[in-house]
Every structure is written in C-alpha cells, then in structure tokens.
C-alpha cells in the first residue's frame, strides 16, 4: 500500500484490504517478492509503505529469529491491522508509523529494504528512495516491486475503464496511479538517481484466481481510497462498474473460474 497523503484509509477499509486484496493478489506477489529478495537468516529487513505486513510476515519467516524484520506504512490503520495480522499468525515483527520520505530509522540501520507495489504512490519517489538508501548498511540493497502497464494487467485496466466511465477520469485516477512507474527505464532511473547501482528490472508473472466479481469488485472498492471517492455515487454506479468489468474479463473465464494475468516490475539495486 502506497504512503501518500492522498491514500489516508480507515480502520475497516484497512481491515478489508488484509481480507479481500492481500488474499487474492498482494499475498501470492508477496510471496514473489520475498523470493527476489533472497533473504538470509539473520539479516535485518525494513519493509517501506508496509501496508498490513504481507511482504514483513513473509521476510521474518525467512530471516529467523536471529534476524530482524520491521514495518513502516504512514497510514495508522494499515500498522493496526498489521499488528493483530502479525500477532495472530506469530510473526516477529516490529511495526512503525512513518513517512517513506522520512524513515524513522538511523544511516545504516538494515541490511535489505524491500518495498511491494508502493513506490508509484509516494508523493516524491526519489526522496523515499534516497531514504532506502540512507538506512541501508554498506553493501545493502533494495528489492522494489511496481505494476507493469494495463496491457500486462486486465483486471486493473478493467476496474480503471469501468469507474472511468461511470464516475469520471477524476475517481479513476487513483487507480490510474498504479502503472505510473510501468516504464523500466524510469523505474532504474530512479534507483540509480539515489545512489544505487548494479541496478537488474526483472519481473514477476503470475495467473491469479479471482472470487467472484460482484464481491471481489466491491470488496477492492471498499478496501481502498476508491470507497470514499464513489460515496456518493450510488449503488447503481457500483453495478454499473461490476458489471463493466465483468464484460471485460469474460474471456479470462473457464467455466465457473476466473483466472486473470497480473504483472510486475521487480528492480533490485545495491550500494
């Protein structure tokens, strides 16, 4: 989840995020992410614009006890919700409000920072990035994960289309945000513009299951800053967009399953 000003969320929305999001799509590209990482026993781990700690769950699995994993997500709710997720699953992990542009942490403090689909939503990317590299330790490195272009995500195009048409370009635009960083050459540029170098783009691919739209599509909605957007819209609007994208995504449909493509960037820099 993205750090932003702009994608301030609730204590139900976050909750709804954990249930209905991580679940189907942020959990198997965290899984993915991690991997990337290849995370050792013992290192120490911050995950920036943590939202409710898939990626840091997942890391602390893999570093042990003798390593340490935290958390930062400016967005209170997210750091709740991440700390009863955390706390029910017996995860180590410490948890910290705090702006990506301004980590709370010491020059040198971790030996990987990971950040997972939050880089395109931070309001000055090169600042929270030259931060990820303030706290890292010398010869640390950053794994980043960032959405590929609509082209390579149907379901994300869809749900854009579908507002767009039915709220207006201005209650699409949040989504829209998602693919801003789907250029690789931008992505790197902006990893070698704070200081980090041996910069490889990679990518993650992977078909997803999605539940049933009607549910799905409302549950995303309501899970994100997209609820308050539409508030006002009315329930004929949100059949409207469910079923726009369900017209959208018919050929991803196998008899009563729906599996759709989803694609990221994944770029690994070093110091």
């Given at each position: 989840?993205?750090?932003?000003?702009?994608?301030?969320?609730?204590?139900?929305?976050?909750?709804?995020?954990?249930?209905?999001?991580?679940?189907?799509?942020?959990?198997?590209?965290a899984r993915a992410l991690v991997a990337a990482s290849k995370l050792t026993e013992g290192a120490s781990v911050l995950d920036v614009g943590c939202g409710t700690g898939v990626v840091a769950r997942l890391a602390a699995g893999r570093v042990g006890s003798s390593g340490?994993?935290?958390?930062?997500?400016?967005?209170?709710?997210?750091?709740?919700?991440?700390?009863?997720?955390?706390?029910?699953e017996g995860?180590?992990?410490?948890?910290?409000?705090?702006?990506?542009?301004?980590?709370?942490?010491?020059?040198?403090?971790?030996?990987?920072?990971?950040?997972?689909?939050?880089?395109?939503f931070f309001e000055d990317r090169g600042a929270a990035l030259r931060e990820m590299a303030r706290v890292l330790g010398k010869g640390g490195r950053v794994c980043v994960s960032v959405w590929r272009g609509f082209a390579f995500n149907p379901y994300l195009h869809a749900l854009w289309k579908a507002i767009g048409d039915s709220a207006g370009e201005e209650a699409a635009k949040g989504l829209g945000?998602?693919?801003?960083?789907?250029?690789?050459?931008?992505?790197?540029?902006?990893?070698?513009?704070?200081?980090f170098g041996s910069v490889e783009v990679g990518g993650i691919a992977l078909a997803l299951a999605l539940p049933r739209l009607e549910e799905f599509v409302n549950g995303h909605i309501d899970a994100t800053p997209l609820r308050g957007v539409l508030a006002g819209a009315g329930e004929g609007v949100r059949r409207e967009i469910v079923e726009s994208v369900s017209r959208q995504l018919v050929c991803y449909c196998r008899g009563e399953a729906l599996q759709v493509p989803f694609a990221s960037h994944v770029a690994i820099g070093r110091l």
């Open positions: 989840m993205n750090t932003s000003n702009e994608w301030q969320i609730e204590h139900h929305e976050a909750a709804e995020y954990e249930r209905v999001l991580v679940g189907a799509i942020s959990g198997p590209f340490r994993v935290v958390g930062v997500d400016v967005n209170t709710s997210m750091i709740e919700v991440a700390r009863s997720v955390a706390d029910d995860a180590e992990v410490e948890w910290r409000v705090g702006s990506a542009q301004a980590l709370p942490f010491s020059r040198g403090s971790f030996d990987v920072v990971v950040c997972g689909h939050a880089l395109q945000a998602a693919i801003s960083l789907s250029d690789p050459a931008k992505l790197r540029h902006f990893l070698e513009g704070a200081g």
